[in-house]
């Protein structure tokens, strides 16, 4: 079965600090995955994909992913935290199985917490 | 949220009553879906759709019913037969194929 897993309910970092948010996923083919942020009583917004290429995917805001096909991985990351990168992160792969409809399979989501 | 409206942005539903939830996207995307998201919890796909006049169940479709009328439109509706409808709908569109945007959410509160 297809599954998306975001190890971490939550994640504290100071402001100025490197942050890493974890996305693992498990897929029987060459995975698409994708990073989303969700601020307070918003719908979520797209951040950066992976389809196929370089393994550093960079995206919104200074955010960056990197694709490790061997340790079936594509976490996200930022040099340097902001205290308004606080929100709701979601890791979601896309579902092979769905044919054309670019189903989405979304994991858990990891809370962010930047500290000044 | 790029050029995805939800309508009404909160929602009180009665005990027993239909409520529909508008979802309207100008950016020409074939696909469209209806997400649920409760507190503390991921997205769960309630349906989806591809083409005017077609659309399928996602994992969470009792309760819950869509039209596909026009290309733009997706309305979503909850209906008396779905016992707990308390939760932040999302509405999403893409290309086929592509990234997923979505709407900004509609609050849905039953009283």
């Known amino acids: 079965a297809q599954s998306v897993a975001q190890p971490e309910d939550q994640v504290n970092v100071a402001e100025g600090n490197p942050l890493t948010v974890k996305c693992t996923y498990s897929?029987?083919?060459?995975?698409?995955l994708f990073w989303y942020v969700q601020y307070p009583n918003r719908g979520l917004q797209f951040l950066l994909k992976?389809?196929?290429?370089?393994?550093l995917v960079k995206g919104s805001y200074g955010f960056e992913a990197e694709f490790n096909k061997s340790q079936t991985s594509f976490h996200l990351k930022k040099p340097s935290a902001l205290v308004s990168d606080s929100a709701l992160y979601f890791c979601?792969?896309?579902?092979?199985?769905?044919?054309?409809?670019?189903?989405?399979?979304f994991g858990a989501g990891t809370r962010l917490a930047v500290h000044p | 949220d790029g050029g995805i409206t939800q309508s009404p942005k909160y929602l009180f539903r009665k005990e027993g009553q239909n409520v529909t939830l508008s979802c309207e996207q100008n950016?020409?995307?074939?696909?469209m879906y209806w997400y649920r998201q409760d507190p503390g919890q991921g997205l769960r796909l309630i349906y989806y759709?591809?083409?005017?006049?077609?659309?399928q169940k996602g994992d969470i479709a009792e309760g819950y019913s869509v039209s596909r009328e026009k290309k733009e439109s997706f309305p979503l509706t909850v209906t008396s037969a779905q016992k707990n409808p308390t939760a932040f709908y999302l509405c999403?569109?893409?290309?086929?194929?592509?990234?997923?945007?979505f709407g900004p959410g509609t609050r849905l509160t039953v009283l």
């Open positions: 950016l020409n995307h074939d696909a």
């Open positions: 992976y389809i196929t290429g370089d393994n």
């Open positions: 999403a569109s893409s290309v086929v194929g592509n990234e997923q945007f």
């Open positions: 759709s591809q083409i005017v006049n077609d659309f």
């Open positions: 897929v029987s083919g060459n995975p698409y």
């Open positions: 979601a792969v896309r579902d092979l199985f769905s044919g054309g409809y670019n189903k989405l399979i």
